[in-house]
């Protein structure tokens, strides 16, 4: 990042606006694709469905805790944060520390989470008003620099006093930054569908999160910054929290098109390449969110299938038979049955001494109660009954 004072024109013209006309604070929706209008249509769809889900509780705090995980985990790499999803998780439950060398990475995820929390209870709990304003903003870079070394002369949550180059791109005029910080949040606010307030919500966190990378109001923390804005709009019109943390995953597993994306838009003043960028990725998110979800819910139902198949059944025969399709349930390929004292303690010690003979009669009675499916050696849970009452399809159960 290059830094130098800005020089302001004289009265009756703004300096950013010959040096940064693509700032209009204007856009004709008419002009998304129709892809785009297909994928906001299915944000808006998937959210609703995530929302409505079912899951004991213990599960959707487990969800909520890896999303949030991934969430920060993925706007802090961006940042240049090299700790792993798993490291950011357990800092998230612990607050373990870190080395001496790494403690400021663990900082940096510490201020995240804490601004994603007060978000969250803010918008949930307190159910506030969910307009973005320019000391909400000022407030969430305060927050993401909090405790961290930044420029000299920079001060957390204060706009620039100097002019910014970042990569090929030089940020607004500094002198106008707070002007247009203004006019930002006035005009995202006034952006709002409550036909398609999801599908509008996510055009208006894209937009604020390019118009703040161009602006560029701030000495450091700015990606940060307007990723916690889109977090906030997301939580504003009542998207599922898990989802909220999906687009900033979405720019981190992206990373070089995401900042090729964000040159794009700055090099041709055109914001909708990067809103296609974005709402496809978030498509994509939510996919594989869903699909998540449905493991959790198909290893609860499941269980609950395979235990009332052994309702009244009490001997140590059906114990180990029950065991053994409880653990072939939570495989996704099938196990050669030569291995299945391999699927976990509790089955290696329940097979330990019997002959093949037993192994061939457990898996009868299995097969015969419709918990398995067999072919040639390989074993697997015979999952498809569960979807006794959805269209009929081919069973891929066994393909390996």
């Not at 950013?16 to 929706?29: A, G, V």
């Not at 204060?158 to 500094?174: F, L, M, Q, T």
């Amino acid at each position: 990042m290059t830094r130098s004072k800005g020089t302001p024109l004289g009265s009756g013209q703004r300096t950013y606006e010959p040096t940064h006309p693509w700032l209009t604070f204007e856009i004709d929706l008419n002009r998304l694709s129709y892809q785009t209008w297909i994928n906001l249509g299915a944000i808006q769809s998937k959210c609703e469905h995530v929302g409505n889900v079912m899951v004991a509780p213990e599960v959707g705090q487990r969800l909520l805790s890896l999303y949030l995980a991934k969430g920060v985990a993925a706007t802090t790499a961006i940042e240049g944060n090299t700790l792993s999803e798993k490291e950011v998780l357990r800092r998230i439950k612990t607050r373990e520390a870190l080395p001496q060398s790494k403690e400021y990475q663990g900082k940096e995820i510490d201020n995240i989470v804490d601004a994603c929390n007060l978000v969250a209870k803010e918008m949930i709990d307190e159910a506030r008003d969910c307009t973005i304003t320019p000391e909400q903003v000022k407030r969430f870079n305060e927050m993401v620099l909090k405790g961290l070394p930044v420029p000299e002369g920079d001060v957390p949550g204060r706009i620039r006093e100097y002019s910014v180059g970042v990569a090929d791109y030089r940020g607004a005029p500094h002198e106008d930054c707070e002007y247009l910080l203004e006019r930002l949040c006035r005009w995202i606010n006034n952006l709002t569908s409550p036909q398609n307030s999801v599908a509008i919500a996510v055009v208006r966190a894209v937009l604020a999160h390019l118009y703040l990378a161009w602006i560029h109001p701030f000495g450091d923390g700015n990606g940060r910054t307007a990723r916690l804005v889109e977090f906030q709009i997301f939580l504003g019109v009542g998207m599922p929290t898990v989802a909220c943390h999906l687009l900033s995953n979405h720019y981190n597993q992206t990373r070089s098109e995401y900042y090729r994306q964000l040159s794009l838009a700055s090099k041709t003043a055109d914001p909708f390449c990067f809103i296609r960028y974005a709402v496809a990725g978030l498509v994509d998110q939510l996919d594989e969110q869903i699909k998540r979800i449905r493991e959790y819910q198909h290893a609860v139902v499941w269980k609950d299938h395979v235990y009332d198949k052994f309702r009244n059944a009490k001997s140590a025969a059906a114990h180990r038979q029950r065991q053994l399709a409880l653990e072939l349930g939570k495989r996704k390929k099938p196990c050669p049955i030569a291995e299945i004292q391999k699927l976990s303690p509790q089955l290696g010690e329940a097979y330990l001494g019997k002959t093949r003979k037993t192994t061939t009669r457990d898996l009868n009675a299995l097969q015969k109660l419709g918990l398995i499916v067999r072919h040639r050696n390989l074993i697997a849970a015979n999952k498809a009954a569960l979807r006794a009452f959805l269209p009929r399809r081919r069973d891929e159960s066994m393909r390996h």
